[in-house]
C-alpha cells in the first residue's frame, strides 16, 4: 500500500503564515497607534495649547494695562485742562 502524496500542505502553510503575519502586524499597529502614539500627541496638543492660552493671557494683561495708563493719563490730562480752566 502506498502513502498517497500530500498536497496542498506547503499553500496552507503560507496562507496561515501570511495571515497571522498581518493579524499580528495590523494589531500591533493599532496597539503602538492608540496605546502610545495618541496619548502622547494629546499630552502635546495640550502643551501648546496651555501656552498659547497664557499668551493671550499675559498679551490682554499688558493690553489692559495700557489702556489703563492711557485712561489715566487722559483724566490727568483733563484734570490740568480743567484747572488751567480756573
Not at 3 to 17: F, N, S, V, W
Not at 44 to 59: C, D, G, I
Not at 65 to 75: F, L, T, W
Request: with cysteine; hydrophobic share 35%; proline share 3%.
Amino acid at each position: 500500500m502506498p502513502i498517497a502524496p500530500i498536497t496542498g500542505k506547503l499553500r496552507k502553510t503560507l496562507i496561515t503564515d501570511i495571515a497571522i503575519a498581518f493579524g499580528l502586524g495590523i494589531g500591533g499597529g493599532y496597539a503602538y497607534w492608540y496605546g502610545i502614539h495618541v496619548p502622547v500627541d494629546q499630552k502635546r496638543e495640550n502643551f501648546y495649547a496651555k501656552l498659547a492660552r497664557e499668551k493671550q493671557q499675559k498679551q490682554c494683561m499688558i493690553n489692559n494695562n495700557v489702556s489703563m495708563q492711557e485712561s489715566i493719563m487722559s483724566k490727568n490730562d483733563t484734570n490740568t485742562i480743567s484747572q488751567k480752566q480756573q
